[in-house]
């Protein structure tokens, strides 16, 4: 994932703290340049197939309610641990400091009882799969049971929003297997200061003695050649860009498969409806800057590109009206940004030069900015800069949907029902109304699957 890394922007070391098997690591620190970390020991890092996980048996409701309480403990952040790891976070962190202080409020949000019975109960059908073995009628009458098996599981994350490492533990501890987390070099303090609040809630349980999280760098044939083999673990569970997946690939083999989470960029369609009033248009405009600026465009499911149905008139009102909205501050997004990049800029000035084909509102100083263009511009928009393309109706605008799109936002929502078995042919993964793309509730597939369901070792008893 792209933003700066502890690794070459902290100005002096810090101690990034590890968690084994469900305890801080009290180990002598090693130097490791921009920050000190305890040494690995990989023998530490795996459970033995000889037995099974500490949480193997634990019914579902005593592990919600161990989560449910975690969540209360996170939000109360009695015993400030969330508050060292957003001290920590600040300086390094590609975010801003007010939307990493937001993101940390909510981060208890991930472990509220509705939303994880909506994922038990949407991805799995029930408890009742999890806890034992759920009977199942075959077509010639015979009964055979199957079973959602606790996994061993290796989840490599990102660190571009701080709720990546909530959800993982969500689910990590839904599954009840055991888990080893990998820290993203972005983000090395949110996912232990999970782990540091369930282990105070609950000493010693089960569930917190299944995780451990702890860094390497990413690609370190010396760890990753070890750790990622079927003897100790069943799947890889990777969150990232290109390289990341690309280096995870070269470890899957029979018995060691692989769960990724790809990288992914999100549009937006905005109907010929937006223009009936000024009031309308408003409120397009508004819901499309808040899909654009979701953790300031760092998350996949941040809008860059936004088709509008019209004329170019048209699309230039509309670009006008969202370059002013990029600027508003959000739950997750600040009013400003980092600057726009040097390599950027110079595609961008080329373009203003080439009225009245391509016009462009807003500078480089990270509040925003807008091009139209009559074809999608072929660099990456990035830190609050979007991409708006006239179209002569929406359906012209699933053509630039592909595998790579995970998230389209739709104005007004009586045109999703329309477009949404064409998107879902053309690869894309969420339809959703404008303005609701950040976030996604829980129960719902991600990345065209169910993650709980994709996580579980599917056992049959025939």
């Given amino acids: 994932m792209s933003g700066t890394t502890l690794d070459d922007t902290a100005a002096a070391p810090v101690t990034v703290v590890h968690v084994i098997r469900g305890e801080t690591d009290q180990s002598t620190p090693v130097d490791l340049g921009r920050f000190t970390a305890p040494a690995l020991d990989l023998d530490r890092l795996v459970w033995p197939r000889s037995e099974p996980g500490p949480a193997f048996h634990v019914p579902v409701a005593e592990i919600v309610d161990l989560l449910v309480e975690t969540g209360e403990a996170l939000k109360a952040d009695r015993g400030g641990l969330l508050a060292e790891a957003l001290e920590r976070m600040v300086p390094v962190s590609p975010l801003p400091a007010e939307v990493l202080e937001r993101a940390y409020a909510v981060l208890w949000r991930s472990f509220q009882r509705p939303g994880l019975y909506a994922q038990i109960d949407h991805e799995l059908g029930g408890a009742d799969v999890l806890d ?38 969500v689910r990590g501890a839904l599954t009840k297997g055991v888990n080893l987390l990998k820290l993203p070099s972005n983000d090395l303090f949110t996912a232990t200061a999970i782990l540091r609040t369930m282990a105070a809630v609950a000493p010693g349980h089960p569930v917190v003695r299944s995780f451990s999280a702890v860094y390497w760098r990413g690609g370190d044939e010396a760890v990753e050649s070890v750790l990622f083999r079927p003897q100790f673990f069943d799947k890889l569970v990777a969150w990232g860009g290109e390289a990341t997946i690309r280096s995870a690939l070269k470890y899957v083999g029979p018995g060691f498969e692989l769960v990724s989470f790809d990288p992914k960029t999100s549009i937006s369609m905005i109907g010929r409806e937006a223009f009936a009033s000024e009031e309308s248009l408003a409120r397009a405009a508004d819901a499309g800057a808040a899909d654009a600026t979701f953790f300031n465009q760092q998350a996949c499911v941040a809008s860059r590109f936004q088709f509008v149905e019209g004329t170019w008139d048209d699309a230039d009102r509309y670009a006008a009206l969202l370059c002013e ?22 595609e961008i000035d080329v373009l203003r030069s080439m009225e009245p084909e391509y016009r462009v509102w807003g500078g480089y100083d990270g509040q925003g900015l807008v ?5 999608p511009v072929d660099f990456h928009p990035d830190g609050k800069i979007v991409d708006v393309v006239p179209v002569a109706a ?20 009586t045109r999703k029902a329309e477009l949404r078995d064409a998107l879902a042919c053309a690869g894309v993964q969420r339809v959703v109304s404008l303005g609701r793309a950040g976030g996604m509730p829980p129960g719902l597939s991600h990345d065209g699957f169910y993650p709980l369901q994709r996580l579980m070792r599917w056992v049959n008893d025939e």
């Fill in 132 to 169: 034992g073995w759920r009977e199942v009628r075959l077509p010639d009458d015979r009964i055979a049971a199957t079973r959602a098996f606790p996994p061993r599981l290796v989840h490599i994350i990102a660190g571009n929003a701080p709720g990546v490492a909530a959800m993982s533990v």
């Fill in 325 to 346: 909205r990029l600027g508003v501050a959000r739950e997750f997004s600040s009013a400003g940004g980092p600057r726009v990049a040097a390599e950027l800029r110079e």
């Fill in 394 to 413: 929406l359906a012209e605008a699933v053509t630039h949907a592909g595998v790579a799109t995970q998230t389209v936002g739709v104005y007004p929502d």
């Fill in 371 to 375: 091009i139209r263009s009559p074809e």
